[in-house]
């Protein structure tokens, strides 16, 4: 026995050969049943094996999955359930054959941002430097500021000489600004997924005033208690993507330590992306509640609250984070 699960007694579908690095070619027959997916359950959001079974589906742990199906231990159908249990983080669902997410294989997004993101990306770095380089933060409240900043033909001639003094700083020729540009451009790649995500989650905000908007609405004892319980606790939804928003910002503010440390920011922005990105995922059936609906009292503004708040009070009712590790064994 092991501390996950007894060995496999041999009847896994035999290894075929080689296995596709990028997908889930799962081997096994249990694999091939209508229906197979790897989903996460429950409010512990625990992965799960879901097959259909008549009117509807079926779900078993991956403990369970493994011994009933003789799934052995570091076999590439084991390996795949890790890797599965893994990349629910990541996507909402993983069936057989689908493609290994980027994250799982590389560390990379697997999904695409708006020219706009990498641009906003580009630009907050170089406003960085650009407070480096005159001793003083450059203060800015919303994107058209920061663009506006870029675009000066001022900050235009003091970039020139900021890329040549970064230059120098990290260790390079002062000719060399190449190098600091491809720096930044390499960072820029990265922070622009947590911009894409900054955005979406203005989409909380929007709820969060929808409900403000709603005291007004709800003025009945049961109603107002009601407006008042989601009220408090949007406040603790939000505070945990702004505090995943506020340590990325953390992280990258010193930019000339970050580009001279810029594999362990590049690591520690990807795990924010990853984190930000789940949360996101589990707010997108909510947000699809609100859309379009008009705050006065209705049966889609009541079925909007009440699967707000069951969303919220299932996750923050003992002070669980969202992000709460989800195992697998």
Sequence with gaps: MTGRDSKGSGSEAPYAGPARN??????????QAPGASFVLMGKEKQPMFAVDMGAGQGYVSLKDLRRTFHVAEGSHDDKLIEQAAAGLRHVPDIRPGDEIPNEILNGTASWTVARKHKQIARDRIQVQLLSWMGGKPITYTNQ?????????????????????????????????AEKVVDLIETLAREICYVEALRERTQELKKIQGNVEALIKVYTDIRGSA???????????????????????????????????????????????????????????????????????????????LMATYK???SRFDTGKSLMKKAGGK
């Design 226 to 304: 009601e407006v008042g319980r989601v009220k408090l606790l949007m406040v603790r939804g939000i505070a945990e993507t702004d505090n995943i928003l506020n340590n990325v910002d953390a992280e990258t503010a010193d930019v000339m330590s970050a580009l001279m440390s810029l594999d362990d920011v590049v690591r520690a922005v990807r795990r924010a992306r990853d984190e930000l990105h789940f949360v996101l995922m589990e707010w997108d059936p909510i947000i699809a509640k609100w859309e379009n609906l008009v705050m006065a009292r209705s049966q889609d503004v009541d079925r909007a």
């Design 144 to 176: 058209d500021e920061l663009k506006k900043i870029v675009a000066q033909e001022e900050s235009k001639k003091a970039l020139k000489d900021a890329f040549g003094r970064a230059a120098v700083a990290l260790g390079f020729e002062a000719s060399q």
């Design 22 to 31: 990028t997908h889930f070619d799962f081997q096994g027959k249990v694999f």
């Design 311 to 313: 969303f919220l009070a």
